[in-house]
């Protein structure tokens, strides 16, 4: 067989379609395996937020994701005899680099959080991306939601050096949270 434009047309067809098969045979099983690592990650957050719940009820709102499933509002964290300890939320606000996702825990008389772990973000290395740390995510255990706020304005949050941006979106995110399910659980 001759290297015509034909053929070569031909053969590239071919290799493209072999490839779109292999990659949808990997894509479906490989999907799935990542929702189940994603709801890991969530059993292990909403632990990690909200530590004195045995178990944690999902409130379901009206609406449907891409997938179509319901969308979960928050969550209400009960101890092993049902008595509501707190709840656990998400929240999504814009940071310096794109959008920060965060997973806040309240205590049930909305006056304590509980717990914060960033769930997805794009701010800086080095600086922004510093919301993830340890040390940052630690000023936020059994903190009074009355001082969340940054300490230059009376708070107990300390700002990260460079990324205050990135810290007030915390800050907000977790405001924002705090006050949609106290206005859900009225």
Known sequence: MKNTPVNIVLKMVVLSALAAVLLAVTFVPTQAQLKI??????????????????DFEPVIGDQVDADGEPVILYFRGVDSSGNIVGYAFRNTQP???????????VSS???????????????????????????????FLDLSVADLSLTKNGGKVDTISGATISTVTVVNALHSGIDNVRAMEG
């Open 109 to 139: 008389d909305f006056n304590t959080i509980t717990g914060m772990e960033i769930m997805s973000h794009a701010e800086t290395p080095g600086l922004g991306a510093k919301i993830a740390e340890p040390g940052f995510k630690s000023q």
């Open 37 to 54: 690592l994603q709801d890991e990650q969530e059993k292990q957050a909403l632990k990690a937020v909200l530590p004195q719940a045995a």
């Open 95 to 105: 940071g310096a680099q794109g959008l920060v996702e965060v997973l806040g825990g």
